[in-house]
């Protein structure tokens, strides 16, 4: 157990004003690793401030100089990146393996992409007797939860400095350990102060205060889609830019000529990894019903395989809501297939890798973000059905197409309301424009797109 003191604000450690701490806990033990200070609204202006302060000079930094500091920063993660595997492992609970090559590898790797679009991006272009200037939008307050500790925080942060920007982090208060460490590389990265500052504290609390700060200029907010409707009528209110990436229901349609049993096997695979806490992750298979019972049973099967694979849930509430929905769903008339309910283990926050069949399109479990590893495998009668299927969410994130052909599955996908669409399992890009349709939220993350979100026009006529 250690107790870290001190918030990052203005390019040094500071005691935090309050005393308060926030215990971060190990969900595969349930042990208490360490405590942070618990921000309050004191901290975030002493942030905003630094960050306003800085914004000047950041701004008018050059791009190429920008994109050295991001380059920096990248190579600072990476000289951590075990460490940060290590920390994600003890604080959310994530296999070691995944821990290093995703949560540690991928942010590293955005990280590193935009040190490359900071140097190359047109932050000017002509248009007609114009100039247009692509400017910061100025003082980023970035809000984000703990599914990806580090690569939540890395598609804020990282297009944000390379915009110009400057910003005040307030992390998942489950997962700030991982902040820490990156606020660590920052520092060892050279930007100057006040570029980057974090906040640890409660979300009704610290983050609160920073989606209201007067001086915040953009708020970017990843989470659930009640707190982020909130933080969209703050902005609203007070005519500042929001991002907001928000959850999902992404639907993985199987159509009838696909390889079924690749189609269902990594399916399975999609959902039950990071133990289903993935907002993009396929949670609803849908199957043609001369194929229904044959991919049940696959997909039965391949679960039970994730049994001792898959790492625990969050928390302990996140593991109540995760076994409420399975019994609901039961309640509801699903038939469940694998897993359940019952805790797997006597301790640490384990859910069993779930599967639940005869699902229909109107039940809480196929219309509700579950978080966890339960997947709905729900039956279509003809292509139309399996449309209407997947777009009858209030969501729209991802997905996924399978088809024997490639055509016909992108022609089914160009249907989709949905931000993101795999096509016979492709594979993740991070230079991919990511975020919402309808309620899963506003603007887009990663690559080019993501830097857009942080940048405003100005235009010079001649
Ligand atoms: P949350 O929305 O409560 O937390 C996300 C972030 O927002 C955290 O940093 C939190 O401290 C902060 N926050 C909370 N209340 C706030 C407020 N009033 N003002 C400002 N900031 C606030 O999400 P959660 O409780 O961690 O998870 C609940 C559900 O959200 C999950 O079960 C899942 O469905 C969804 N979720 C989605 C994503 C995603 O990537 N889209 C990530 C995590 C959770």
Same mark, same amino acid.
């Given at each position: 157990m250690k107790a870290h003191d001190g918030m990052y604000i203005d390019g040094a450690w500071r005691p935090a004003a309050g005393?308060?701490?926030?215990?971060?806990?190990?969900? !595969?033990?349930?042990?208490?690793?360490?405590?942070? *200070?618990?921000?309050?609204?004191?901290?975030?202006? &002493? +942030?905003? $401030?630094? #960050?306003? !302060?800085?914004?000047?000079?950041?701004?008018?930094? *050059?791009?190429?100089?920008?994109?050295?500091?991001? &380059? +920096?920063? $990248?190579? #600072?993660l990476a000289a951590r990146e075990e460490e940060i595997a290590e920390t994600v492992t003890a604080e959310l609970g994530a296999p070691p393996a995944f821990a290093r090559t995703v949560h540690a590898g991928l942010p590293i790797a955005v990280a590193g992409s935009y040190a490359d679009l900071a140097a190359t991006y047109a932050f000017e272009e002509k248009v007609g007797n114009s100039t247009v200037y692509h400017e910061p939008v100025g003082v980023v307050g970035a809000i984000t939860p703990w599914?990806?500790?580090?690569?939540?925080?890395v598609a804020k942060a990282a297009p944000a400095l390379a915009a110009g920007c400057t910003v005040v982090l307030k992390p998942a208060e489950d997962t700030p350990l991982?902040?820490?460490?990156?606020?660590?590389?920052?520092?060892?990265?050279?930007?100057?102060?006040?570029?980057?500052?974090?906040v640890t504290g409660l979300g009704p609390v610290a983050g609160q205060a920073l989606a209201e700060h007067p001086d915040v200029d953009l708020v970017s907010f990843t989470g659930s889609t009640a707190v982020g409707k909130r933080i969209g009528a703050i902005a609203g209110g007070a005519v500042k830019r929001v991002a907001l990436e928000l959850g999902g229901k992404s639907a993985n349609v199987i159509l009838p000529s696909a390889d079924l049993a690749r189609a269902v096997n990594v399916g399975v695979a999609n959902v039950m990894s990071n133990s289903g806490q993935t907002c993009s992750a396929w949670t609803r298979m849908l199957v043609h019903r001369d194929q229904y019972e044959e991919a049940v049973a696959l997909a039965a099967t391949a679960a039970a395989k994730y049994g001792e694979r898959i790492g625990p849930v969050v928390n302990a509430k996140q593991r109540a809501r995760v076994r409420g929905y399975i019994e609901k769903g039961v309640a509801e008339g699903?038939?469940?297939?694998?897993?359940?309910?019952?805790?797997?283990?006597?301790?640490?926050?384990f859910v069993s890798p779930t599967v639940?069949?005869?699902?229909?399109?109107?039940?809480?479990?196929?219309?509700?973000?579950?978080?966890?590893?339960?997947?709905?495998?729900?039956?279509?009668?003809?292509?139309?059905?399996?449309?209407?299927?997947?777009?009858g969410t209030v969501y729209g994130l991802a997905g996924a197409v399978w088809a024997g052909d490639e055509a016909e599955a992108v022609a089914f996908a160009r249907r989709m309301d949905t931000g993101q669409v795999d096509i016979n399992g492709g594979r993740f890009n991070p230079l991919a424009p990511f975020g919402g349709y309808k309620q899963s939220g506003v603007g887009r993350e990663l690559g080019a797109h993501g830097l857009t979100e942080y940048l405003q026009t100005k235009s010079l006529q001649f």
């Open positions: 005393p308060d701490v926030i215990e971060v806990v190990n969900p !595969a033990d349930e042990r208490v690793i360490g405590t942070v *200070p618990a921000g309050t609204a004191e901290d975030v202006d &002493a +942030a905003v $401030r630094a #960050a306003r !302060a800085a914004l000047p000079g950041w701004s008018a930094t *050059p791009p190429a100089e920008r994109a050295a500091r991001l &380059a +920096a920063l $990248r190579d #600072a599914n990806y500790p580090l690569h939540q925080i991982t902040a820490r460490l990156f606020a660590g590389a920052v520092d060892e990265a050279g930007l100057p102060a006040g570029v980057f500052n974090l699903a038939r469940l297939v694998s897993g359940g309910p019952e805790s797997p283990c006597e301790r640490g926050y639940l069949a005869d699902v229909t399109p109107g039940m809480a479990v196929a219309q509700e973000e579950i978080f966890g590893p339960v997947l709905t495998v729900l039956r279509y009668d003809d292509e139309e059905d399996a449309l209407r299927i997947a777009n």
